[in-house]
């Protein structure tokens, strides 16, 4: 009762609350993405169900490392190749380095089909269709790989267990509304789905760089390093200001391209009415 009257923990609950925010960005576009790969009257459905089963595992995490931190973090596979690779893996890093690597096929895979697909209106034809279990599955599973590093910290912000669990929770509840405006906005302008796309590659890339610096991985003597979150966030937003002034400069030309031939359809016109009268 008195950790609940506590002001400390109550501030350490809305500080949570917004780490969990942040770090859920990247999870929360995966989710979006991912759950266009069922048909359109399951996606909301697929979406709801998949953070919430998700935030469940994510409360088990959360009771399982407090309980197994450490087999977590100790070593289960050492080599030492000099020169060649060095690793110290451990189960944390092994389940970091699979989900940006599964993260980074799946990315790469939807950009070669958007530049394969021939019909615009049908490029979320059958090739891509996934059942709603499978889909619910992968969520969930991605879901508890963006998790490790917000449960770690939260473990280390404080040591009661209904605070983690609420913030938890809440973050939960944000994600599933959020999920359906992203989802509807990426449906509706589909010229920023390649953007996502990107994007999720950039998060890829960043759990890879995490999971190699947690296995203390070295290829041909050059230490993996971790991509720092400031640093993914620069790229982050520059990738999305370019997209945004690319695109508006292309309306630009093409409002330019339409003046130019409008030009030239009223030269045309007025040279046929003048050949007409001419005639006449």
Known sequence: MESLLSLEN???LLMLFGLLAVLGFDNLLY??????RVEKDKQQYVRRMGIGLAV??????????????????????ILNLTGFVETEMNVHA???????GFIIYTAIQEIFHLI???????QHGDKRKRGVGVTIFWLVAMNLVFSFDSVLSSIALTDQFWV???????????????????????????????????????????????????????????????????????VLFVMV??????????????????????LIRDVIRKENEGAADSHA
């Open 164 to 234: 983690m669990a609420v913030a938890i929770v809440l973050s939960g509840a944000m994600m599933i509304v959020l999920s359906d405006y992203v989802s509807d906005f990426l449906q509706r302008n589909r010229m920023y789905q390649v953007l996502g796309l990107f994007i999720l590659l950039l998060v890829g890339i960043l759990l890879l760089s995490e999971g190699g610096h947690l296995a203390h991985l070295k290829l041909f003597g050059f230490e993996i390093l971790p991509m720092a979150k400031s640093t993914f966030y620069f």
């Open 56 to 77: 469940l595992f994510r409360i088990v995490l959360l009771f399982l490392l407090l309980r197994l931190i450490e087999f977590f973090q100790e070593p289960f596979l």
């Open 241 to 262: 200001a370019v997209d945004v002034v690319q695109s508006r400069y292309q309306k630009k030309l093409m409002l330019e391209r339409e003046r130019r031939e409008a």
């Open 31 to 36: 989710i979006s993405l991912e759950s266009q």
């Open 116 to 122: 394969s697909v021939h019909d615009l209106h049908d």
């Open 10 to 12: 109550w501030f350490t």
């Open 94 to 100: 092994f389940i970091v380095l699979v989900g940006g």
